[in-house]
């Protein structure tokens, strides 16, 4: 696959998202969690971070390493919103933080080593029809849409000085401005 390819580009910066990125955002957002806010939510119809690290790995491994990878899917996507956590155990986060880890380092791995085709093959995942490159897409969407969510949770829980910054805003500023 060209690396200039625009499917080349976009499976490349897929697997920064998926293998730095994302991760690291999460890890940054789970610092400031305050201990024993893994699986607090605002109400009983939004999603706790803990709740958010289970459904994320299982998306990325139903839709990546079993939808377009082949693996077995045994993912059981209703346990992913299970209430049936409400105290966090000790270490919790850690587990759910390298579970998600390492499957989303597999997938950045299956997806580097994908031939151009693949990208275009049809695949059925959950149910929809797809081609590997919606599917990728579908993820990387996804798995954005959720870490938002996941930041926003810790800079509540941690109040107005979380200290949470994904940008450098000087630099930012000064590069706008010439």
């Known amino acids: 696959m060209s690396e200039r390819s625009s499917s080349g580009l976009f499976l490349s910066r897929t697997c920064e998202y998926l293998s730095h990125t994302y991760p690291q955002r999460l890890t940054t957002a789970l610092s400031v969690l305050p201990e024993g806010d893994l699986w607090w939510q605002p109400h009983s119809g939004a999603l706790s971070v803990g709740t958010i690290l289970k459904h994320l790995e299982g998306n990325v491994r139903q839709w990546i390493l079993s939808g377009i990878g082949g693996e077995p899917d045994a993912r059981e996507r209703s346990g992913e919103f299970s209430n049936e956590y409400r105290e966090e155990a000790s270490g919790e986060r850690t587990v ?36 590997g490159l919606e599917a990728t897409y579908h993820v990387v969407e996804h798995f954005s849409w959720h870490v938002g969510q996941a930041v926003w949770i810790a800079k509540a829980r941690a109040g107005i000085d979380h200290g949470i910054a994904f940008y450098d805003e000087a630099q930012v500023n000064r590069d706008r401005n010439g």
């Open 96 to 131: 759910l933080l390298d579970r998600l880890k390492a499957t989303t380092g597999a997938a950045a791995e299956l997806l580097a080593s994908l031939q151009e085709d693949s990208m275009q093959a049809d695949f059925v995942i959950q149910g929809f029809d797809v081609t």
